[in-house]
C-alpha cells in the first residue's frame, strides 16, 4: 500500500515536469512581458507538495485557474499563500527566481510579506474545517489546470483566457494533456472547478469520464467571496452530492 501510494505522488512529479517541458517551449507577446513557471524557479515548493499530500487514489480534486502573484508564484504551491504553507500544510523551501522578473512582481519565497487572499481563504477553509492537513488530503488534492502566471508591463496579471488565440490554443493544449495525466493518476471521482474556468476546462477536457462541478472562487475580486466562502463553497458541494450534510457518512 505505501509503495502504491508514493508512486502516486512519484507519478505527479513526472507530470508535472512534463508539464514544465511543454509550456516552456511556448511564446507568449504584448501586453504580457513577464512569465513565471514557479514548476521551473519554484521547483522544490511544488515538489515538497506533491511528495507530501499527492499519494493516489483521491476522491475529490480541486482545480483551479493558474499560480497567484503571491501564492503559487511564491510558494509553488497552488493557492500558495505562505502563512498557510509554512504553517498549516507544514512545507517550506528554497525558493529560486524566475529567468525575468518583473520589479513590481518580485519573487521573494517564503519571506513574502504579503498574503494571497484568495490562498489564504481556501486554505483557511480547509484549516478550520479539517483541523489538520492529512484530513483533507485523504480523500482530496488541490491542483491548477495552467502553471503559468503572466503579468503585463504595468505589473497587472493577465488570466490565460484573455490570451490571444495564437498564444492560449497551444497553451490550453499542454495543459488539457496534464489535466487527463492527473486524473489518470489520481482516479478521482469528481472534479470540483474552483470558479467557472476551471470547470469550463475539466468539462471540454475529460467529458463525461468523471463528475464535474464547480464552487465559488474565492478571488477578492468576487463580491460574493467576501462573506463566509468557506460555508458557500461546503453548501455548493452538497448540492452537487460531493458530500452530505454532518449527519452523513460521508461529510465535506
Known amino acids: 500500500m505505501a509503495s502504491a501510494r508514493t508512486d502516486g505522488a512519484t507519478r505527479l512529479a513526472t507530470a508535472a515536469r512534463r508539464?514544465?517541458?511543454?509550456?516552456?517551449?511556448?511564446s507568449f507577446g504584448a501586453p504580457v512581458t513577464h512569465v513565471y513557471d514557479p514548476l521551473e524557479y519554484a521547483w522544490r515548493g511544488h515538489a515538497a507538495y506533491l511528495a507530501t499530500y499527492g499519494q493516489a487514489p483521491k476522491?475529490?480534486?480541486?482545480?483551479?485557474m493558474n499560480p497567484g502573484p503571491f501564492g503559487m508564484a511564491q510558494t509553488g504551491v497552488p493557492f500558495g499563500d505562505v502563512d498557510s504553507v509554512r504553517d498549516w500544510l507544514g512545507l517550506e523551501a528554497k525558493i529560486g527566481r524566475p529567468a525575468l522578473e518583473h520589479p513590481k512582481r518580485p519573487v521573494l519565497g517564503f519571506d513574502c510579506p504579503r498574503s494571497e487572499v484568495s490562498g489564504a481563504r481556501l486554505w483557511g477553509a480547509i484549516r478550520d474545517h479539517f483541523g489538520e492537513p492529512r484530513r483533507f488530503f485523504s480523500e482530496r488534492f488541490i491542483t491548477n489546470y495552467c502553471p503559468l502566471?503572466?503579468?503585463e508591463e504595468s505589473g497587472r496579471n493577465r488570466t490565460p483566457d484573455k490570451l490571444p488565440a495564437r498564444e492560449r490554443e497551444p497553451l490550453f493544449a499542454a495543459c488539457d494533456r496534464h489535466l487527463r495525466r492527473v486524473v489518470e493518476v489520481l482516479e478521482p471521482e469528481w472534479i470540483i472547478g474552483i470558479g467557472a474556468f476551471a470547470e469550463t476546462r475539466a468539462r471540454e477536457v475529460l467529458g463525461d469520464g468523471v463528475r464535474i462541478g464547480r464552487v465559488l472562487h474565492p478571488s477578492p475580486a468576487n463580491p460574493r467571496a467576501h462573506k463566509g466562502w468557506g460555508s458557500s463553497a461546503r453548501?455548493?458541494?452538497?448540492?452537487?452530492?460531493?458530500?452530505?450534510?454532518?449527519?452523513?457518512?460521508?461529510?465535506?
Do not use: M, T
Not at 19 to 26: K, N, P, S, T, Y
Not at 59 to 64: A, E, P, W
Not at 235 to 252: F, H, K, M, T
Open 19 to 26: 508539464l514544465r517541458r511543454d509550456v516552456g517551449a511556448l
Open 235 to 252: 453548501r455548493e458541494l452538497q448540492a452537487l452530492g460531493v458530500c452530505a450534510n454532518r449527519r452523513s457518512r460521508r461529510p465535506c
Open 59 to 64: 476522491r475529490v480534486v480541486f482545480l483551479g
Open 149 to 151: 502566471l503572466f503579468v
